[in-house]
């Protein structure tokens, strides 16, 4: 069964350093999703793209974070400066137009 | 944009029981609505979903119901099982357009 792949599992950073998530959606899906998960609360949408655009960065924080799917297949979150209030599990989800998404197994994000 | 609010936040049920969970919904252009469960140090996964031209469906031992007047929708789980502990989370979403809008989930513990 095809997997939303992602990668690290586990991230450990010191504040003010930088750091950086990827993942691979399910191939042919189109639209892309970056979720943040605080523990305890539901996920929160950051970034949305369709192919290589993006569709919805609204809440972004955009003087620390980015994002990028350059060829509108595998796409790159990165965090810089890291806050300690970024510590969360950072989840990304693909889907075809319209249908259900699917998820990876995330990142979860220390910072210390 | 869309807001979903979710209750309870913790469930507790003896085995055998069931378990209601609802979310309402603020924006009347959403028209799909699932529901996932995520288990701890796991990634959600799709148990149900419903769309906004049927009023419920069922798979096996859980259903979920939606009143579009009402701008609510709940998930029901039959028979509850230990394997049903997790934390359960509604979303809402226009297909096509934007990303799922999640609920703050509802921790279900099913006790023995």
């Known amino acids: 069964e095809a997997e939303v792949a992602q990668s690290p599992r586990y991230k450990i950073t010191e504040k003010s350093q930088a750091v950086a998530f990827w993942c691979d959606p399910i191939?042919?899906?189109?639209?892309l999703y970056w979720y943040r998960q605080i523990l305890g609360q539901g996920p929160e949408l950051l970034v949305q793209?369709?192919?290589?655009?993006?569709?919805?960065d609204s809440q972004l924080p955009k003087d620390r974070f980015s994002a990028e799917r350059l060829k509108g297949v595998d796409s790159t979150l990165k965090i810089q400066p890291a806050e300690l209030g970024d510590s969360a599990m950072y989840l990304c989800a693909s889907s075809r137009l319209g249908a259900e998404a699917f998820f990876g197994q995330g990142t979860r994000l220390t910072v210390v | 944009g869309e807001n979903v609010e979710q209750h309870p936040s913790t469930l507790s049920v003896q085995e055998g029981d069931s378990a209601v969970i609802k979310c309402t919904y603020s924006d009347s252009a959403s028209n799909y609505f699932p529901w996932y469960k995520q288990e701890l140090g796991k990634r959600p996964q799709l148990i149900i979903d419903?769309?906004?031209?049927?009023g419920e469906k069922k798979d096996q031992r859980i259903a979920v119901t939606l009143n579009k007047t009402a701008k609510h929708f709940s998930l029901h789980i039959t028979e509850t099982q230990p394997e049903d502990s997790a934390v359960y989370f509604c979303?809402?979403?226009?297909?096509?357009?934007?990303?799922?809008?999640f609920g703050s989930g509802t921790r279900l513990q099913v006790q023995p």
């Open positions: 793209f369709q192919d290589e655009s993006v569709v919805d």
């Open positions: 191939s042919g899906h189109a639209t």
């Open positions: 419903i769309r906004s031209n049927v």
């Open positions: 979303a809402a979403t226009d297909t096509g357009r934007r990303a799922l809008t």
